[in-house]
C-alpha cells in the first residue's frame, strides 16, 4: 500500500509542477519577451544619455 501512495502523490505532483511551469502558459513566454523589449530599449536610452551627460547618474525627472 505504502508504495502504490508514493506513486499517486508522485502523479499528483508531476500533473501540478506541469500545471504550473511557465514553459506551459503562452502568456508567460509573451511576458517573457516583452520584458527583455523593455530591458533593451531601456539599456539603449540609458548608454544614449550617459553619452550625452558624462559624469552625472540618471536619476528622477526634477
Known sequence: MGGE???L????????AAAVSPN??????????RR?????????????WRIAHPG???GPRQ
Open 5 to 7: 501512495l508514493v506513486e
Open 9 to 16: 502523490l508522485d502523479a499528483a505532483l508531476d500533473v501540478v
Open 24 to 33: 506551459t502558459h503562452p502568456l508567460v513566454d509573451e511576458h517573457s519577451a
Open 36 to 48: 527583455n523589449q523593455v530591458a533593451a530599449s531601456r539599456e539603449a536610452l540609458e548608454m544614449e
Open 56 to 58: 552625472q547618474e540618471p
